[in-house]
């Protein structure tokens, strides 16, 4: 079945670096991938909306000069998170949306534990 | 604003006994309602997935139920075991692949 594959699966940095996030769909296109974080102990919170050739849109709250979002192929996304803070330290998790087979089914990545010290 | 909410927040349970996992949410017209378990330190597995025009799904020992109207969802995990214990998520779409709205969680642990 579909597959997406996320990486890396867990990331530490120090304060102050960027570290890139990246989403892949293995097996199908993907016009649209979402992103989601969560914090400790909190339910997952959509960041933003990738959409394949054109800007990410991003939910309230969600600074997107910090959170780069990249979608420049139909098979890969990715998160930048720029100027890292402790106060980033999350879970982020990614899906893509498939449009074939049976059409319009969401598949999530592993998920990337993101970790700044 | 969609909320999904879960309860319990978190429930102890001896092996093998029967339990149910509680979600609602504050908008009906869902698309679909999706379970998935969450391991510590790990990503999501999705469980069991279930329509709006559906009542049920069924897994293994898995059982998830879903009344549209009244805003909720059950997961019946029958004879619970000590591999069962994670963080149980659901989550709701209201459009056809689109993103979701999800839970709190409800943390589980299986006494052996």
């Known amino acids: 079945g579909a597959v997406v594959s996320q990486h890396p699966s867990r990331v530490i940095c120090k304060s102050g670096t960027s570290v890139k996030i990246e989403c892949r769909s293995l097996?199908?296109?993907?016009?649209?991938m979402f992103w989601y974080r969560q914090f400790p102990k909190q339910s997952l919170m959509l960041m933003a909306t990738?959409?394949?050739?054109?800007?990410?849109?991003?939910e309230q709250g969600v600074e997107k000069d910090k959170f780069l979002i990249n979608h420049a192929s139909l098979t890969l996304s990715t998160l930048t998170v720029t100027s890292a803070h402790p106060e980033d330290s999350s879970f982020y998790i990614c899906?893509?949306?498939?449009?074939?087979?049976?059409?319009?089914?969401?598949?999530f990545g592993e998920g990337s534990w993101l970790t700044v010290v | 604003k969609q909320e999904v909410t879960q309860i319990p927040a978190a429930l102890s349970v001896p092996e093998g006994e029967n339990l149910v996992l509680n979600c609602s949410f504050t908008?009906?017209?869902?698309?679909?309602l999706q379970w998935f378990r969450q391991d510590p330190g790990k990503g999501l597995t999705s469980l069991l997935l279930?329509?709006?025009?559906?009542r049920e799904q069924t897994s293994g020992r898995l059982n998830a139920s879903l009344d549209k109207s009244s805003g909720r969802s059950t997961l019946y995990i029958a004879a619970s075991q000590p591999g069962d214990s994670a963080t149980y998520l659901c989550?709701?779409?209201?459009?056809?692949?689109?993103?979701?709205?999800f839970g709190t969680g409800t943390s589980l642990t299986v006494i052996p």
């Open positions: 899906s893509a949306r498939d449009l074939q087979g049976t059409g319009n089914t969401i598949y």
């Open positions: 097996d199908f296109q993907a016009t649209t």
């Open positions: 990738s959409n394949e050739g054109s800007k990410a849109t991003y």
């Open positions: 908008d009906s017209a869902i698309y679909n």
């Open positions: 279930i329509q709006s025009s559906q």
């Open positions: 989550a709701v779409t209201y459009s056809t692949g689109n993103q979701f709205y």
